[in-house]
C-alpha cells in the first residue's frame, strides 16, 4: 500500500428556479439554486470524486447513483462523510486539499472561511490543511454565461 494516495475531483451544475443554493455544506444567499438529485452542492461532490479518485473507489455515481430514490434530495454532507469514513477504514488522513469554484455569481469570497471549516470538521482536521478558492471564468463558457458552476478539487490522502 502507498504511503500518500492523490485524488481529483470535477463537477458542474446548472442554475435552476425554486432552489436553495449549498456549497461547501453552506446555504448561500442567492435568487437560484443548482439542479441535482441531491442537494447539488458541486464542490462537496468535487470532494468527493477526490476522495474516490485517491483510493481508486470509484466515483460519486457509482456509489451514490441519481437513479436511486434514497438520494434523492440527500445532504452532500453526509455522502462527503460516508466516503471519508472510506479513506479511515483504508488506513489514511487527508493531508491537505485544495479546491476551486468557478461561477460568475454569487461572489463566494464571504463564505469561504466557513465552507474551509465544514470541510475540515467533516475531516477532523485542521483549517490550514482546506484549501477553497473561488475565480470566475471571465464570462467564458457555462460558468461565464451564469447557466451553473463548476468546482475542482485535488486531495492528498496519507497514511496515519
Not at 468535487?46 to 485517491?54: F, H, K, R, S, V
Not at 486539499?97 to 482536521?125: C, G, H, W
Amino acid at each position: 500500500m502507498n504511503n500518500i494516495r492523490i485524488g481529483y475531483g470535477y463537477d458542474v451544475h446548472k442554475f435552476s428556479e425554486d432552489r436553495k443554493l449549498v456549497l461547501g455544506g453552506i446555504e448561500i444567499p442567492f435568487e437560484k439554486g443548482l439542479l441535482g438529485h441531491s442537494d447539488a452542492d458541486v464542490l462537496l461532490h468535487a470532494i468527493t470524486d477526490a476522495i474516490l479518485g485517491a483510493l481508486a473507489l470509484g466515483d460519486i455515481g457509482s456509489h451514490f447513483p441519481d437513479d436511486d430514490p434514497k438520494y434523492e434530495g440527500a445532504e452532500s454532507v453526509e455522502l462527503l462523510k460516508h466516503c471519508y469514513r472510506l479513506v479511515k477504514e483504508k488506513g489514511y488522513v487527508i493531508g491537505n486539499m485544495d479546491a476551486t469554484v468557478i461561477a460568475e455569481r454569487p461572489k463566494l469570497q464571504p463564505y469561504i472561511n466557513s465552507m474551509r471549516e465544514q470541510v475540515a470538521k467533516i475531516f477532523e482536521t485542521e483549517v490550514g490543511n482546506i484549501s477553497v478558492k473561488a475565480t470566475t471564468s471571465e464570462k467564458m463558457g457555462f460558468a461565464g454565461r451564469e447557466e451553473g458552476i463548476i468546482a475542482q478539487c485535488t486531495v492528498l490522502l496519507k497514511m496515519y
